[in-house]
């Protein structure tokens, strides 16, 4: 076969032990599909978006029920967000329990964290260019944990709503963080991510004297399995995008009612949770920093496990950073279970 673009940005063999799904799960090849689709899906839907308080809300209207194939677009873009935020955070716990964090992949660990915060962000900015009902607790609730923070929280609060409450400035702030500001930086991200993870010698796999085989695989067979993956993970999106249309409710009025019964977007549910029980600045903004800053140390104060016990699940020489990480992993979730069910 005749190599193309794809095949040579690979190099001519690997490690077979470095394409084993269920070693790697696919899960940061599939992240790059996401964040392909949610690309396109995006400037298409650009075409007719209109980031102003009265035009939000018809203009995705339009998208959705009037423009030939907008609504398969705008679900498409929907639901490869939320996944993406899924399988980076699948991506990161197979990281971190296979110890692929240690040098030299330190570096690339940090760079896939900056991944996951700013698709995290993503996320938040594009659920609040619905400008509708649903999106009243990251609007009001989201945005006031800023003004918490000690000596400079009233010049943050003001630098993202644009004025004294959520308005056509925040909208047009928003509009322009989540299709510029933030997107710029992820695709640069992405690809300095993946340079890293070539650059690093592939996939983190034992020393060849240590390796239970020798055997290589072509880069066509590689190609070939994340064709595959992509292809598996497409059909499953499409399904999702034809089965479940994106959230659309009435538009927002920004101050008529509390936010009381107001819901964080779901990838906050247990931020929501933390802030029943506690301070707004320790449960909604000190804790969700901490871990993130917990998490980028893991590499740097949790050296792991020598090079022989790489390239499998769990090498003991990881133990603790595998016990750090999974406690965290399963506290986020269990505050989620509990905003969902209270
Ligand atoms: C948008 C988000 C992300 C994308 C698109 C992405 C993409 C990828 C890809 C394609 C690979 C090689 C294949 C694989 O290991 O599955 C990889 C490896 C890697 N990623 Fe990510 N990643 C993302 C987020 C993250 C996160 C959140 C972390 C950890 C904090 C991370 C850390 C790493 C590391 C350390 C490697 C090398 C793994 C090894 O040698 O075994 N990435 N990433």
């Known amino acids: 076969?005749?190599?193309?673009?794809?095949?040579?940005?690979?190099?001519p063999t690997i490690p077979a032990a470095q394409a084993q799904w269920r070693y790697t799960l696919g899960a940061g090849g599939i992240a790059v599909m996401l964040v392909l689709v949610l690309l396109v899906t995006g400037a298409l839907e650009m075409f007719f978006y209109i980031p102003t308080p009265d035009q939000?809300?018809?203009?995705?209207?339009?998208?959705?029920?009037?423009?030939?194939?907008?609504g398969l677009v705008r679900n498409l873009h929907?639901?490869?967000a939320q996944a993406l935020i899924v399988v980076a955070a699948v991506h990161l716990l197979r990281v971190v329990f296979t110890a692929a964090y240690v040098p030299p992949r330190r570096f690339n660990y940090l760079l896939g964290l900056?991944?996951?915060?700013?698709?995290?962000?993503?996320?938040?900015?594009?659920?609040?260019l619905r400008w509708d009902e649903g999106v009243r607790w990251a609007l009001v609730a989201g945005t006031n944990l800023l003004k918490t923070v000690p000596w400079m929280g009233g010049g943050l609060y003001a630098l993202a709503v644009g004025g004294p409450e959520p308005g056509g400035a925040t909208l047009i702030?928003?509009?322009?963080?989540?299709?510029?500001?933030?997107?710029?930086?992820?695709?640069?991200?992405?690809?300095?991510?993946?340079?890293?993870?070539?650059?690093?010698?592939?996939?983190a796999v034992p020393p060849p004297t240590a390796r239970a085989t020798a055997e290589r695989i072509s880069r066509n067979e590689l190609v070939r399995r994340e064709a595959l993956a992509a292809l598996i993970a497409g059909v499953a999106l499409?399904?999702?995008?034809?089965?479940?249309?994106?959230?659309?409710?009435?538009?927002?009025?920004?101050g008529s009612v509390g936010i009381a019964e107001a819901r964080a977007p779901w990838f906050l549910l247990w931020v929501q949770q933390l802030l029943r029980w506690g301070d707004p600045?320790?449960?909604g903004v000190f804790v969700p920093l901490a871990l993130t800053v917990g998490l980028a140390l893991i590499p740097y104060l949790l050296p792991g496990p020598p090079r022989s016990q790489l390239g499998r699940w769990f090498p003991p020489g990881g133990r603790l950073a595998q016990i750090i990480t999974g406690a965290i992993a399963l506290l986020m979730i269990g505050l989620t279970v509990l905003a969902l069910y209270p």
């Open 114 to 128: 900056a991944l996951l915060v700013l698709s995290l962000l993503l996320d938040f900015t594009g659920y609040a």
């Open 1 to 11: 076969m005749r190599p193309s673009f794809f095949h040579h940005l690979h190099p």
């Open 78 to 80: 929907y639901w490869a």
């Open 281 to 283: 600045f320790w449960a």
């Open 56 to 70: 939000a809300g018809p203009s995705i209207q339009t998208i959705a029920f009037l423009v030939p194939f907008g």
């Open 238 to 254: 499409l399904a999702l995008a034809l089965w479940r249309a994106a959230p659309l409710a009435p538009p927002i009025t920004i």
């Open 173 to 203: 702030r928003f509009y322009a963080w989540h299709v510029f500001g933030l997107v710029l930086p992820l695709v640069i991200l992405s690809a300095w991510h993946l340079f890293r993870v070539r650059r690093d010698g592939g996939i």
